[in-house]
């Protein structure tokens, strides 16, 4: 079975991730951030240029969308930034052209309640994409480390079970094409006690829900720089995903220009071993294949 990931990076090697050690051609790397999220740096062309030097050709940025009602506003653009997003974006998108292909995302989050506002949002722009990702239960933003300490006396058995719960939701609601780092809840490091027949139906249930969406799943290095230590998702997860079908999209998840296309290598090497040849790429929200390719 797939080996552990070891520690936490934070900080990038100069020169990018990418060196010559690698094993696999790059992908697209889905999942990245501008400062109007109030958590990450860098503009897109300062992202696409990082790529070009770690030798992407494709990319997509994936900015934290507006909520409704001010939810959680200081983790997210406002409203009133979406329009200076798309605009950031489509110049680097032509600025780049021929160089560099740059793909109009959003990380859009699943919470109900919302989802009218939402699937607004999306029909009102030709995305290429739209990650759905479920980064609250109920109210408690639970990756939000100023939050922490509500993880305090917290039931991680059932934290768990409704988090794959609302992924699961977030699958059914077909507005998203790809589900975002499906297993966020082990961020910190917090774990259901070992071989929980719940935790375990609960990610099958929520795997099953995803193929039956027909959405693809992110698998996403962020984790790797975060207590968890790991890729999203789990090695186990991955091989149960595989085998029902289910397509991957890779994302770095990155809020700084040095994390672009972070741990790429490792990730396809999960896919490659669970029998994955290829991963997706968006345009205008058609999905379509890149053939992993490996390096000689
Ligand atoms: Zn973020
Ligand atoms: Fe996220
Ligand atoms: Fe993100
Ligand atoms: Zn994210």
């Known amino acids: 079975m797939l080996a552990q990931i070891g520690p936490a990076v934070f900080t990038p090697p100069a020169g990018g991730w990418y060196t010559p050690l690698m094993r696999f051609a790059p992908v697209p790397d889905y999942h990245m951030h501008t400062p109007r999220c109030n958590h990450a740096t860098g503009s897109v062309a300062d992202y696409a ?5 770690i030798g992407l050709a494709e990319i997509g940025m994936s900015d934290h969308s507006p909520m409704p009602g001010g939810f959680d506003a200081a983790w997210r653009m406002d409203r009133a930034e979406l329009a200076g997003y798309l605009a950031e974006v489509e110049a680097a998108r032509d600025a780049f052209a021929g160089r560099l292909t740059v793909r109009i995302g959003l990380e859009a989050d699943s919470h109900p309640g919302s989802e009218a506002y939402v699937r607004d949002m999306i029909e009102a722009y030709p ?10 239960l109920g109210d ?9 300490d509500a993880w305090n006396g917290r039931d991680v058995e059932q934290a768990y079970c409704d988090y794959y719960a ?5 699958a059914a609601t077909g507005m998203f094409d ?3 780092h499906p297993d966020l809840i082990k961020k910190f490091g917090h774990r259901p006690p070992p071989g929980s027949v719940r935790v375990q139906a609960a990610e099958l249930a929520m795997l099953d829900a995803v193929r039956d969406a027909g959405v693809a799943l992110e698998i996403s290095s962020a984790g790797l720089r975060k207590p968890v230590g790991e890729v999203y998702p789990h090695g186990r997860m991955l091989a149960l995903a595989a085998e029902l079908g289910i397509p991957f999209a890779f994302g770095s998840d990155a809020h700084a220009p040095g994390e672009v296309g972070h741990a790429m290598d490792t990730c396809l090497g999960m896919l490659t071993a669970c029998g994955i040849d290829a991963v997706c790429r968006f345009e205008k929200r058609r999905r379509f294949a890149v053939p992993i390719r490996a390096l000689p």
Request: net charge negative; charged share 20%; proline share 3%.
């Open 178 to 180: 790809i589900i975002g």
């Open 140 to 148: 408690w933003g639970f990756d939000n480390p100023d939050n922490l």
């Open 166 to 170: 609302a992924v699961a939701d977030s």
């Open 127 to 136: 995305w290429d994409y739209v990650i759905g990702s479920v980064h609250y």
């Open 49 to 53: 240029e990082a790529a070009l030097r």
